[in-house]
């Protein structure tokens, strides 16, 4: 309270006094007054002033209407509502002092009243309880009545029995300002926080008061607020912890048998020192973690066993924020509130959120961006405050805050306890692990959990009453007082001061151990206080949550999560940018040409296409992981505050890709479109984007497994080199898939590993698509294909046939050996694939192809056939060369023709591309392998040889793939297996089986 104000008030109380003039017990109301704010020097000043005040405003009685007028102005700009109506209060106590009450002063307070806007009729009540003596006066829903015998209480009054207490306790509830003013009618010496309390006397009963008497029992401002409350609407809750017990994975145990029991509008704190285990108590008791014995129950309700019976009841703030940082203010509640209220309109839920931001006192900050805790844009109370506001938004039945003071003014702490005891007044219990509380604060609570190491429960019941239990139970001298006798404060320090109390040595040394061991303060516990049975309900209050269908889910979160990446500029800008730069980069070094001065760029004789290609798939890659690694770890403790909502996790995980892909899209079109500019590679674009696009999916959902699998952003990447190396060395590029290890490589399919490389078939796809579509090669595809086939048989094929034969024509005496065995069925198996292409008429001798039956005969019957089928195949390249010749020379049969057509082959086709997918440069060009004879060359005119329905393993760079009785052009099938990589990845991140597996602990 200011000088100036506290004179004006001064000058008011004269004004009221001097009325009726100011009567010794005026004077003595005044002093109380003072002393009662002020120290006893300060106090005596103000009283003097007092006194020169009421001297003079007998003279100057014409101009009271315009004092109390400017002084009321003054009280309005520095009081709030509630210190206005304890200003009545004193105002009344003022006029009443003398035990008459004068016209003139009851005129005056009627304008004092009206011109600080309270209520004439809060007036009323507070002047019927100050003139009331009888307990018939007290017949009215408004008072509460505490005496000895419940018979004498009006029967409208609440009612609370005390056997020992000789008269009785009044008690008014002001329900606008939910404010308590409590009188004591009797002969007892009560006090009140351990101040004496005046008889017949209105006092202020705040949060966490307590009255005690010397024979009576205590009573708490938990007690008194309930009472008033159970003939509300307020559906009743239950919340029980039956012997609970908690062991980590490591075997150590958290929690020791703890014990809980509470009703309906209470506001319970958790305390204890480090590593007593308050974070593990909550969420064992929110339902985050399964307590390892005992059980958690709502209204009778297992919450562990029964989560869906108990969906909306439970909300829960963590100490870190739960945030999303690139959002408004507005906007983080806003789609809070859309979460939970599928219900209502438009208009309705910017109504809900405008009054949140309202009681928040966050209005004026609705429009700035959350910001990060390093970055901020809103102070740290009011963070606490917006996430606490996300949970009001819905106001769960039982609320569950850890530490929520943690790192704030005691301002900012006291505002936010605030809240949490106004949402406990409306019905609401609330949960609140707490550290190091003000004494304001401490009395907030109406319980109190005490925890000792190790998760030793060694307390539980009113807060001012843990001091004294501590107190009585060192046998301390004070032991009778939980607060201060001279300010009421509570110290809730010495509470841990006296549980952690260290043996003193013979040398007056204190020493590591305690006077006091946890499981000893248990016991104490356990013998000295006993949990009362709390009534239980069957009936669940209905949380009023209409949580929105699936499709409507999506929708939100591909709204909030867009929103945030539209606000997050660095985001947009590294994401944006890093593919034309790339591509940029890329194209520009490799476009290669000689360097003279009649050379220029052609398409066609840059041999380092085929590197951009996978370079190209290598950078889709890296960008695919790391704009999706962050994305679910990020959202990890929001994810944790929403899954006490049900929501769907698919709804969530696909708006997640959605967006993903969407920017993976536009990332691998810029990087496209630039890089074939550059390098002048023309007719394909869409289809390279559509390769560069799948692979880029594939890393997005394989980095939102890492980001769902791991706790931590350096372990994620970390990671992403381990996941591109084997991209890189099993991509069939940097080391030929012919020249891996022999233990997981062989020469007629790519190694299996290579197969769970999207690397693999994205580049097969690209190097294929390339030669195979090109606007030059496309239409001469066919007959390249006939002729590749027919120089293969008749320059490798038939010629490695005819030294088998040989072969087994020198050896007929050796039919026994193995190597003659394994030559026959080798030659059986070749000719037998031949003679199914040429018809099995044409060798006669096929029967006798076995190492019994082969004889001089059979040979010269198969050097018959080979040759014959060297002139078939022979005569498949002549006719195919023939007509190709034909269409070349149709189509340069002009001049423009003939422009066009080299035109064509410089801007389309690419050598270097031709000789890898042609594999002209490997030395063998067939290999023996597995009793058959695996053809190396040409391999992307080749076609499947399946051995069975599903077997889709070929040789890199072959032209089309077989699976299931059909067979697909390379490219689309390849597109296929990528995609189906991708739904597996989803099926393992939907399920959360990496992370499983990481977590797995035998």
Not at 845 to 866: C, G, P, R, S
Request: hydrophobic share 40%; aromatic share 10%; proline share 4%.
């Amino acid at each position: 309270m200011s000088e100036k104000l506290l004179s004006a008030l001064l000058e008011l109380f004269a004004i009221i006094a001097k009325k009726g003039s100011v009567t010794e017990d005026e004077r003595a109301a005044i002093q109380k007054f003072l002393e009662d704010t002020l120290s006893d020097e300060a106090a005596a000043k103000h009283l003097k002033a007092f006194d020169d005040f009421a001297r003079n405003i007998g003279h100057q009685e014409d101009e009271d209407p315009e004092r109390i007028a400017k002084i009321c102005h003054t009280i309005n700009a520095e009081f709030t509502y509630g210190q206005k109506i304890i200003l009545t209060l004193q105002l009344l106590e003022l006029i009443l002092a003398d035990g008459e009450i004068a016209d003139e002063e009851t005129a005056i307070l009627i304008n004092v009243v009206e011109k600080i806007r309270i209520p004439e009729q809060l007036v009323a009540d507070i002047k019927s309880f100050a003139l009331a003596k009888e307990l018939s006066a007290f017949n009215n829903a408004k008072y509460l009545i505490i005496a000895s015998d419940e018979a004498r209480i009006p029967e409208a009054a609440h009612s609370l029995i005390e056997p020992n207490l000789d008269g009785f306790l009044a008690v008014l509830r002001l329900v606008d300002s939910e404010m308590y003013f409590i009188k004591y009618i009797g002969d007892n010496q009560l006090q009140v926080n351990g101040v004496p309390l005046r008889r017949d006397a209105i006092t202020l009963f705040p949060a966490g008061s307590t009255v005690k008497g010397e024979k009576s029992q205590s009573v708490f401002y938990s007690d008194v607020v309930s009472r008033f409350k159970q003939a509300t609407d307020i559906p009743d809750i239950s919340f029980e912890a039956r012997n609970i017990s908690f062991t980590f994975p490591n075997g150590h145990t958290g929690l020791h048998d703890v014990k809980i029991a509470e009703e309906t509008g209470k506001l319970v704190g958790l305390m204890g020192a480090s590593g007593s285990g308050k974070s593990t108590l909550l969420n064992v008791l929110n339902g985050n973690e399964s307590p390892t014995n005992g059980q958690v129950l709502i209204n009778g309700i297992d919450i562990n066993q029964n989560p869906e019976a108990i969906r909306g009841l439970i909300g829960y703030v963590p100490q870190d924020d739960l945030l999303i940082e690139e959002l408004t203010v507005y906007q983080n509640l806003y789609f809070a509130s859309k979460l939970c209220f599928s219900n209502k309109t438009e208009a309705e839920i910017e109504q809900l959120v405008s009054v949140t931001l309202s009681s928040l006192g966050l209005s004026d900050t609705k429009n700035l961006k959350v910001g990060s805790p390093l970055d901020k844009t809103i102070s740290g109370g009011q963070r606490k405050r917006l996430n606490i506001g996300l949970e009001l938004l819905r106001e769960p039945s039982v609320l569950f805050v850890d530490e929520p003071t943690s790192g704030l003014s005691s301002r900012d702490s006291e505002n936010i306890m605030d809240l949490l005891k106004e949402l406990s007044l409306k019905g609401k219990m609330v949960f609140v692990v707490i550290h190091q509380p003000s004494s304001d604060i401490f009395r907030m609570f109406d319980k109190l959990v005490i925890l000792d190491v190790g998760g030793h429960q060694i307390y539980y019941g009113n807060p001012v009453e843990a001091v004294r239990y501590f107190k009585h139970q060192t046998n301390a001298i004070d032991k009778d007082q939980g607060a201060c006798i001279e300010c009421g404060n509570v110290n809730p320090e010495q509470i841990f001061n006296i549980i952690e109390t260290k043996v003193v040595d013979e040398y007056g040394r204190v020493t590591d151990e305690r006077k006091v061991s946890p499981k000893k303060w248990e016991k104490l516990f356990k013998e000295e206080i006993s949990i009362k049975e709390i009534e239980k309900t069957d009936e669940l209050p209905d949380p009023e949550l209409h949580i929105p269908n699936w499709v409507t889910q999506i929708k939100l979160f591909f709204q909030r999560d867009f929103k945030s990446k539209l606000a997050n500029r660095q985001y947009l800008l590294i994401n944006l940018l890093e593919a034309p730069i790339l591509a940029l980069l890329l194209a520009y070094i490799i476009r290669f040409y000689p360097e003279n001065e009649t050379s220029e760029y052609l398409f066609s004789e840059n041999a380092n296409i085929p590197a951009f290609f996978f370079m190209s798939i290598i950078v889709a890659l890296f960008m695919g992981l790391t704009v999706s690694a962050e994305e679910i770890i990020k959202d990890r403790k929001i994810l944790k505050r929403e899954s006490f909502l049900h929501l769907s996790r698919s709804s969530y995980l696909l708006s997640k890709i959605g967006i993903l892909f969407m920017f993976s899209a536009i990332q691998t079109l810029t990087y496209v479109l630039i890089g074939d500019i550059i390098l002048e590679i023309d007719g394909l674009n869409m289809v390279y984007w559509g390769i560069l696009f799948s692979t880029a999916c594939f890393a997005n959902l394989l980095g939102l497994n890492i980001s769902s699998a791991f706790n931590s952003a350096i372990t994620i990447y970390i990671l992403i080199p381990i996941l591109l190396i084997p991209q890189l060395i099993l991509s069939g590029v940097v080391v030929k898939f012919d020249r891996l290890n022999p233990h997981i490589t062989v020469p007629d399919q790519v190694p299996l590993v290579g197969e769970l490389m999207a690397s693999r078939w994205a580049f097969e796809a690209s190097m294929v698509a390339q030669y195979q579509m090109n606007d030059y090669n496309k239409p001469f595809y066919p007959l390249d294909k006939q002729m590749a086939e027919s120089e293969y048989k008749t320059v490798y094929y038939i010629p490695m046939l005819e030294t088998k034969l040989n072969y087994l024509e020198t050896h007929l005496n050796e039919k026994d050996t193995e190597e003659f065995k394994e030559t026959v069925d080798l030659l059986s198996r070749e000719i037998g694939l031949e003679l199914e292409i040429v018809g099995k008429n044409q060798f006669d001798a096929y029967h006798k192809l076995t190492a019994d039956n082969f004889d001089k005969w059979t040979a010269d019957k198969t050097k018959k056939f080979l040759s014959a089928l060297r002139r078939f195949y022979n005569n498949l390249y002549n006719e195919a060369s023939a007509k190709k010749e034909k269409g070349i020379y149709i189509l340069t049969s002009t001049k423009e023709k003939k422009e066009q057509f080299e035109y064509l082959k410089s801007n389309y086709f690419n050598q270097a591309v031709a000789t890898m997918v042609r594999n002209t440069n490997d030395p063998d060009r067939l290999v023996e392998y597995d009793g058959k004879l695996v053809q190396k060359i040409y391999p992307i005119y080749m076609d499947p040889q399946p051995e069975h329905l599903l077997d889709f393993r070929t040789q890199f760079y072959t032209g089309k793939k077989y699976f299931g009785g059909y067979y697909f052009h390379t490219l689309g099938f390849n597109m296929m297996m990528i995609w189906a990589m991708i739904i597996l990845l989803y099926a393992t991140l939907y399920y959360d089986i990496l992370r499983k597996i990481v977590n797995y602990k035998k």
